[in-house]
C-alpha cells in the first residue's frame, strides 16, 4: 500500500499548451454570413422606397413620443390586472374548496376561450349593455350611480379588454409555477406549524417566481405588441399614432417602420430587465453574473473552443 | 416484546370515530359544531385517562390506509418524555407513515394518538370526534418538529434565515431576538460559518443539520426524524447522527424512523421493529438487536447487519 506523502512531490504539472482543432467550416461560414448581411444592410439602406428620410422626421415626433407613452401605459397597467388576477386565479384554482376552484376555472375558460379584440371591443361598446353602474347591496339600495358612458373611455375598455384577458393566461402560468415547487417545501412548512396563506407568500410563491419569471417577460413582450390592437377603439398608442399620421401623408410602410423601430427598441429594454428579475429570483440555485459577465464568459468559452 | 399487552379499543369505538370524521368532513361548515364544542373540549383526553401527561406520544389502534391501501394495521405504541425510539424496518412497512401522523400531516383513519397529552387533529366530546381547523392543527405542529429524508430547506432562504423563518411567521417574535438564538443553534449544529450560505451551496450532511436546528427553533417538545440520513453520501452520516446523539443527550423526546442499526443500539432507549403496518417486535434496542424473538425481525437483522 502506497501513500501519497511517501512519493516524491512532483509539483504542479505546467499547463498544456496543445494547438486548439481549426474550425475551417465555421471560419467560410462566418465569411459567407457577413458577406450576404452587407449585401441585405446595403441594398436595404440604398432602397429609397423605405423612406430613411420620412423615417428620420417622424422618428422624434411629438405624437409618436405620446403614442409610445400610451403604448406603455397600457402595457403596465394590463400587465400589472394579468399578474395580480393571475396569481388570485391560480390560488383559487388550487383551492380544494370545488365552488371557488370551479369559478377560477370558469374566468380562464370564457376569456382565454374568446379573441382578446373581440373582448377590446365590447368592453368599449358595454354602455350599449349596461348603461348605468350602481355600487350598493345587489336586489337592495344602491348608494352610487355611474353613467357607463364616463365610466367606460376608451382608455379603461383597453386597459380591461388587454387585463383581463391577460390574468387568464397569467393564471395558467402562475399555476404550472406552484406546482412546480417541490411538495416537501409545503410539508416542511406545514411541520413547522405555518398556516396555508403563509406557506403559499413565504415559501411556494417564492420559489414558484423562478418558473414564473422567463414566460411572464414573454407575456410582456408579447403585451407591448398585442396592446396595438386598442387602436380599433381608437386609442392613440404607437400604432394608432402611426396610422393617424400615414392616413395623412400616404407613408404607410416609412410610418410603420417606425411603429416597428420602436417596438424593436421598447422589447430590447425588456429583455434586459428580464434577464435581471430572472437573477433575483434565482438567487440561492444559480450563480450571480451580470449580463456583461455572462456574455464575455460565453465568448471566452465559444473563443477556447474554436480559436 | 410483543404488544399484546396494550389496552385494545373496541372496534365500534373505532368505527365511531371514522364516522364523526366522515360527518365534520362532508358539513362543509363543520364549525358551528366544531365552537360549540371548544369550552369543554380542552381536557377530555386527560379525562379519558387515556393522554396522561406520563406519555409524549401514546398511540392506540393507529389505522391508516389510502385509498383500498393499508398502510398502519393498528398501532399501538408510547413514548416517554426524554425517550429516544427508534424505528425500523423494511421500505413500504408504514414507518414513515406513522411518523407523518403523529403531527397530522396524514389523518387517521383510525384509532386514536395523543401528543403531550392532547389528541392530534381532533376534539374529542363525549363518543364524538370533531375535525380541528388548520390553525388549531398548526398551533399543535409547532411543539413538534420534523426532520425529513430530503432535507426540505427552503432554497431561496440563507442557512440562517431558514433557522428564523418560523419562530419569525409563525411565533410572532421580534427578530433581532430570534437572530440571536438561530445563531446560537447553528453553532450548535456546528455551522457558525456557513450562517449566510443558500442550501444550494451545502453538502447534504450540513443541510440536514441546518434542517435540525430550523426544527430546533419552535423549541419542540417532540423531534420526529424520518430517515435523516438516508440521503447522505455515506462520509455525511457521522456528522448528522452526532448532532442527534448530542440532541438526545440532551434530553430531547426524538422518534427516529431510520436504517442506522449503529445508533440505534447506542442512542435509542427503545427500539421497533415494523413490518406490514404492524409493530412487529418492541423492546430494548440491545435485547432487540441481539436477540431478535420474531421470525421477521430476525430475517430483517440478518440482512441489514
Redesign the interface.
Known amino acids: 500500500m502506497t501513500l501519497t506523502e511517501e512519493k516524491t512531490p512532483r509539483g504542479r504539472p505546467a499547463e498544456i499548451k496543445a494547438v486548439p482543432v481549426r474550425h475551417y467550416g465555421r471560419w467560410i461560414a462566418a465569411v459567407l454570413i457577413a458577406y450576404v448581411a452587407l449585401w441585405a444592410i446595403h441594398s436595404v439602406a440604398n432602397n429609397e422606397r423605405f423612406g430613411w428620410d420620412t423615417i428620420n422626421a417622424w422618428f422624434w415626433d411629438g405624437s409618436i413620443l405620446d403614442g409610445i407613452v400610451m403604448t406603455l401605459e397600457l402595457t403596465v397597467i394590463a400587465m400589472l390586472m394579468g399578474v395580480a388576477g393571475g396569481v388570485v386565479l391560480a390560488v383559487m384554482r388550487l383551492s380544494p374548496n370545488p365552488l371557488i376552484s370551479g369559478v377560477a376555472w370558469l374566468y380562464v375558460w370564457v376569456f382565454r376561450g374568446t379573441p382578446v379584440l373581440v373582448q377590446i371591443i365590447l368592453w368599449f361598446y358595454v354602455k350599449a349593455l349596461i348603461p348605468t353602474f350602481s355600487l350598493g347591496i345587489p336586489f337592495g339600495p344602491t348608494f352610487v350611480h355611474f353613467n357607463a358612458n364616463d365610466l367606460i373611455t376608451a382608455f379603461v375598455a383597453g386597459c380591461l379588454g388587454l387585463g383581463l384577458n391577460e390574468a387568464a393566461y397569467m393564471s395558467e402560468i402562475v399555476r404550472a409555477g406552484i406546482l412546480s415547487v417541490?411538495p416537501?417545501?409545503s410539508?416542511?412548512?406545514?411541520?413547522?406549524?405555518?398556516?396555508?396563506a403563509?406557506i403559499m407568500r413565504?415559501?411556494v410563491l417564492?420559489?414558484a417566481m423562478r418558473v414564473i419569471i422567463p414566460p411572464t417577460g414573454n407575456e410582456t413582450i408579447s403585451m407591448l405588441k398585442t396592446s396595438s390592437l386598442v387602436s380599433v377603439i381608437a386609442l392613440a398608442d404607437l400604432l394608432y399614432s402611426v396610422q393617424i399620421v400615414y392616413n395623412r401623408t400616404y407613408q404607410t410602410i416609412p410610418m410603420l417602420l417606425v411603429a416597428s423601430i420602436w417596438y424593436l427598441v421598447m422589447t430590447s429594454i425588456l429583455t434586459v430587465g428580464q434577464f435581471y428579475l430572472e437573477r433575483y429570483?434565482g438567487?440561492?440555485?444559480a450563480q450571480r453574473q451580470t449580463m456583461l459577465e455572462r456574455f464575455v464568459a460565453n465568448l471566452r468559452i465559444r473563443g477556447g473552443r474554436s480559436a | 416484546m410483543a404488544t399484546d399487552d396494550r389496552p385494545s379499543v373496541a372496534k365500534a369505538d373505532t368505527e365511531d370515530a371514522v364516522d364523526a370524521v366522515d360527518a365534520a368532513e362532508t358539513t362543509a361548515s363543520g364549525e358551528d359544531a366544531v365552537q360549540a364544542s371548544d369550552t369543554a373540549a380542552s381536557g377530555d383526553a386527560t379525562t379519558a385517562g387515556t393522554g396522561a401527561p406520563e406519555f409524549m406520544v401514546r398511540a392506540e389502534n393507529v389505522h391508516k390506509n389510502f385509498g383500498r391501501l393499508e398502510v398502519l394495521k393498528g398501532i399501538d405504541l408510547t413514548v416517554r418524555p426524554g425517550e429516544v425510539m427508534c424505528v425500523i424496518g423494511p421500505s413500504g412497512s408504514g414507518k414513515s407513515t406513522f411518523l407523518r401522523c403523529i403531527?397530522h400531516?396524514e389523518k387517521l383513519n383510525g384509532g386514536r394518538l395523543w401528543v403531550n397529552g392532547h389528541l392530534v387533529g381532533y376534539r374529542q366530546k363525549g363518543d364524538r370526534l370533531y375535525e380541528m381547523r388548520?390553525?388549531e392543527v398548526?398551533?399543535?405542529?409547532?411543539d413538534?418538529?420534523?426532520v425529513?429524508q430530503?432535507f426540505?430547506?427552503?432554497?431561496?432562504?440563507?442557512a440562517l434565515g431558514n433557522v428564523m423563518?418560523?419562530p419569525v411567521?409563525?411565533k410572532g417574535l421580534p427578530k433581532a431576538r430570534v437572530r440571536e438564538r438561530a445563531v446560537a443553534l447553528l453553532e450548535r449544529v456546528g455551522l457558525a460559518d456557513k450562517m449566510d450560505a443558500?442550501?444550494?451551496q451545502l453538502s447534504g450532511g450540513q443541510q440536514q443539520r441546518v434542517?435540525i436546528a430550523?426544527?430546533l427553533a419552535?423549541e419542540p417538545a417532540l423531534m420526529l426524524f424520518d430517515e435523516p440520513t438516508s440521503a447522505l453520501d455515506p462520509e455525511l452520516v457521522g456528522e448528522v447522527l452526532e448532532v442527534m446523539k448530542q440532541l438526545a443527550l440532551d434530553g430531547m423526546t426524538m422518534i427516529v424512523v431510520t436504517h442506522e442499526i449503529g445508533f440505534a443500539r447506542e442512542v435509542g432507549d427503545s427500539l421497533v421493529f415494523m413490518d406490514g403496518g404492524v409493530v412487529v417486535e418492541q423492546g430494548r434496542p440491545r435485547d432487540v438487536i441481539e436477540n431478535p424473538q420474531h421470525p421477521r425481525t430476525q430475517d430483517f437483522l440478518s440482512k441489514v447487519l
Open positions: 417541490d416537501g417545501q410539508e416542511a412548512a406545514t411541520a413547522l406549524g405555518m398556516s396555508r403563509k413565504r415559501v417564492p420559489q429570483f438567487r440561492g440555485t | 403531527n400531516l388548520e390553525r398548526a398551533a399543535q405542529r409547532r413538534i418538529g420534523m425529513f430530503r426540505n430547506l427552503f432554497p431561496h432562504m440563507t423563518e418560523a411567521q409563525v443558500y442550501p444550494g434542517a430550523r426544527a419552535m
